[in-house]
């Protein structure tokens, strides 16, 4: 069974940093893409940031560039999300997504931005 279990979100002051937990179970951990995601309400989700397989290339949306990271542990089965400086705008439910031959998604964390 695979799981992609999310953690680390919660309540958090502008200009403040959270990070952001995906633990994988039931996959291949190093042989899958892995992504985040989110998705504010009433909005689609959008594409945050992503790591190939081997760790070696990330990319990530303009509007988080400079003030997110995103890293991978294949130890741990485990890829994060440094999140720092940061705005009312990025309050969102993050999601992780795992990508290979078959895609997942992880059930998702809260992240809210306000003073």
């Known amino acids: 069974q695979v799981r992609l279990v999310e953690s680390g979100g919660g309540l958090v002051q502008p200009g403040g940093s959270l990070r952001l937990s995906c633990a994988a179970s039931?996959?291949?951990?190093?042989?899958?893409?892995m992504s985040w995601y989110r998705q504010a309400p009433g909005k689609e989700r959008e594409l945050v940031a992503h790591?190939?397989?081997?760790?070696?290339?990330?990319k990530y949306a303009d509007s988080v560039k400079g003030r997110f990271t995103i890293s991978r542990d294949s130890t741990k089965n485990t890829v994060y999300l440094q999140m720092n400086s940061l705005k009312p705008e990025d309050t969102a439910v993050y999601y992780c997504?795992?990508?290979?031959?078959?895609?997942?998604w992880g059930q998702g964390t809260q992240v809210t931005v306000t003073s």
């Open positions: 039931g996959i291949t951990f190093a042989s899958y893409a």
């Open positions: 790591i190939t397989s081997d760790g070696r290339s990330t």
């Open positions: 997504r795992a990508d290979y031959y078959s895609r997942y």
